[in-house]
């Protein structure tokens, strides 16, 4: 089975899938901090609160899923640690060979751009809460999933 190390995420390593969303301790407010992209005139915006999984590394990853319309936004209410998974697309799938796993800090959060292949979130070290953003219009576009060959994540 393929391993993937978990690495720091930072926003350049982080940027062929998204933005990382940061509002450093004194910034006061910070406007714009992400792209926020709606190519469906009829999606609505979804803003949600989500409480993913608690998990441990390593851990076994065996599918992706993609929202080929919109932008998705993670950003931590109450939340220690999370893993976020990517990977890039090739001939319209997860490549298997270019996986890339983060491991993001409390007050960080990341928006996937749309149409990138991303695993589930995870928690690592406490339940927790997220706020979520999305555009969906309850189709079966809103999100697109793709088995892949299991493979895990290591710290």
């Not at 589930?120 to 927790?128: E, I, Q, T, W, Y």
């Not at 997220?130 to 309850?138: N, T």
Request: hydrophobic residues 45%.
């Amino acid at each position: 089975m393929i391993e993937i190390a978990a690495t720091p995420i930072d926003a350049a390593a982080f940027a062929p899938f998204g933005e990382v969303v940061d509002c450093p301790e004194g910034a006061g407010r910070l406007n714009f901090v992400a792209t926020v992209d709606n190519r469906r005139a009829d999606a609505r915006t979804n803003l949600a609160c989500v409480r993913p999984p608690v998990t441990g590394l390593p851990v076994v990853i065996d599918k992706f899923e993609k929202h080929p319309f919109s932008t998705q936004a993670f950003l931590p209410l109450n939340v220690s640690r999370y893993l976020v998974i990517v990977a890039p697309t090739v001939d319209g799938r997860p490549d298997p060979t270019e996986i890339k796993a983060f491991i993001a800090p409390a007050g960080i959060g990341i928006s996937y751009l749309p149409g990138v292949w991303h695993c589930g979130m995870m928690l690592l070290d406490r339940p927790g809460t997220l706020a979520m953003l999305v555009h969906e219009d309850g189709g079966s576009g809103d999100c697109v999933y793709a088995p892949v060959a299991p493979f895990a994540v290591v710290a």
